[in-house]
């Protein structure tokens, strides 16, 4: 974000409410066989920046009107219609009822998982997996010694499945004595089994002081943090449509978040520089049709392969796995993690895990304990493998294309002084391609790619390349 331009390194520094010391992962393992106990995997640089939401929200919501732009609350959209020069957007504000409309060059949906122009663009796909997760932001209210907040609890299971469930707690500490904590579990998708929020809190109720020693009633909850976190099980980077003429998805409505660390806002992050490079280019060209915008996307190949893990942690509905396994099969990856370096951990959490650590790391896994491609042929079925396997030859295939053509993301910038004013649409598929080689297998690759450093959002004036919004009826 700075890098971008977007923030300054002050900016950012206060809206960082804290930089925990170190953070862990550690799965129960009694139960579990003894090739799969393992110790607790260090992660100091991962999740370690907790992040003041509502001020990082304040201070873009303050930029963006800075640049020109306006926000309508409360308004809710209702639909979208486009055409060859631009596209109209009609939403009704919500106390009022009264309608609104705007018109542009391009729309961005960025509404989410549950947003209605995803779900058009996919033919009501469902998602293949979702993360029930229930949770809250503790003021205070734990005995001094219970939880250091210089540490963060990343991953944590307590016990083994049960009701079908295996559950697993993170704990990251905020500003003060601010802790939050969460309760989730991988869960499949099942119109028999709905994965119930309202009894997840609950069992959150529950056991939380079989977690962590507390009184319940001592508690400062400060507010509740919940949700379904969904994930696709994408094979390759064509098989979800995130864009039509003049409309493009991103974020958790164009769905590539990781599928297994279900990181949806640390993905769309990861990959800002590769969007708002490309995007910014189709700009500048009115390269607005379907076939431009499309292959303007977070996809990661390295990241898609890794949903058959996600695949072993849930329990099917209606089947009976023994208590121990889920904890079993993570205790076996996370203590391959913690026998590595902690630069490959760290690679493998942020999504940057390349095809030889991928391999390296599956073939280790099934020395080690070799059960475990038993085991997760029996959670996910052979239908599911075989898919898979078409995730992983498109990883192969990518891995392959990235090494062969390392050279062609620099070569790429070397002509775009006389390619991009000649040929755009040759241009935007060269950067494409050059960020699909890079940013699109865990490489990125920003001495080569990076976007000249822009000023300050403060100083640049209302770029004509930005969408224009011509708003029929004015907000409040
Ligand atoms: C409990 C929980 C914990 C999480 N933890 C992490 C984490 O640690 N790290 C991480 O990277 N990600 C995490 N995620 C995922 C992360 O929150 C999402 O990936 C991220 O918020 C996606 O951002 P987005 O802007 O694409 O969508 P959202 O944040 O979902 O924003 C969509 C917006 O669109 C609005 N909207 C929806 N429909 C309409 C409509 N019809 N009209 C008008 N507006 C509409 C919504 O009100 C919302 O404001 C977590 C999610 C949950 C639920």
């Known amino acids: ?6 923030f300054t390194p002050a900016e950012f520094e206060a809206v960082i409410a804290r930089e925990y010391v170190d953070g862990f992962h550690k ?30 929200l304040r201070v873009c919501g303050e930029k963006l009107r800075a640049a020109g732009g306006e926000i309508w609350d409360e308004t809710e959209f209702v639909r979208a219609d486009i055409a060859a020069d631009g596209v109209r957007v009609q939403g009704i504000h919500l106390p009022t009822q009264a309608p609104r409309q705007t018109q542009g060059r391009l729309l961005i949906d960025a509404m989410g998982t549950a947003s209605p122009i995803a779900w058009q663009l996919n033919g009501g796909r469902t998602f293949d997996s ?18 250091d907040s210089q540490w963060g609890d990343v991953l944590n299971s307590h016990g083994d499945i049960s009701r ?45 002081p079989e977690y962590r020693r507390c009184n319940l009633d001592q508690m400062k909850w400060k507010k509740a943090t919940f949700g379904y976190i969904p994930g696709h099980f994408s094979i390759s980077g064509g098989d979800r449509q995130t864009a039509f003429d003049r409309l493009m998805a991103i974020g958790d409505a164009a769905s590539l978040q990781s599928p297994l660390v279900f990181t949806g806002f640390g993905s769309l992050v990861r990959n800002l520089p590769r969007l708002t490079d490309l995007l910014d280019t189709a700009l500048r060209h009115d390269l607005l049709k379907a076939s431009h915008l499309n292959p303007i996307r977070a996809f990661q190949s390295n990241i898609a392969v890794t949903w058959m893990f996600s695949k072993g ?5 209606h089947r ?55 085991w997760i042929w029996e959670l996910a079925g052979t239908k599911d493998l075989l898919r898979w396997v078409g995730s992983y030859v498109n990883f192969t295939l990518s891995a392959c294309l990235s090494w062969l053509f390392s050279g062609l993301p620099s070569f790429a ?64």
């Open 320 to 374: 009976f796995l023994a208590p121990y396994k889920v904890n079993a099969m993570l205790n076996t990856f996370f203590g391959i993690l913690a026998s590595e370096p902690p630069e490959v951990a760290e690679r493998f959490v942020k999504d940057r895990a390349g095809w030889l650590a991928f391999n390296r790391m599956a073939l280790k896994a099934a020395r080690i304990n070799p059960s475990l491609l038993l």
């Open 413 to 476: 910038r070397s002509t775009q002084s006389w390619l991009e004013p000649r040929n755009p649409a040759l241009w935007l598929w060269l950067l494409t391609q050059s960020y699909a080689l890079t940013y699109g297998v865990g490489k990125p690759q920003p001495e080569i790619l990076k976007i000249k450093p822009r000023p300050q959002v403060t100083e640049i004036p209302a770029s004509p390349s930005l969408m224009k919004a011509t708003p029929v009826a004015k907000p409040d």
């Open 27 to 56: 799965f129960f393992d009694a139960n579990n066989p003894p090739q799969a106990k393992a110790p607790v995997l260090h992660t100091p640089t991962v999740l370690n920046v907790a992040i003041d939401a509502e001020k990082l």
């Open 313 to 317: 942690m849930m329990v099917p509905t």
């Open 130 to 147: 979702v993360c029930p997760t229930v949770g809250a932001v503790i003021d205070s209210g734990f005995e001094p010694g219970v939880w």
């Open 1 to 6: 974000m700075i890098d971008l331009g977007l």
């Open 164 to 208: 079908g469930r295996q559950l697993i707690w993170e704990l990251f500490p905020g500003r003060g004595s601010e802790i939050t904590v969460y309760l989730f579990h991988y869960h499949q998708i099942h119109p028999e089994n709905p994965g119930s929020l309202l009894e997840m809190y609950e069992d959150f109720f529950t056991i939380l």
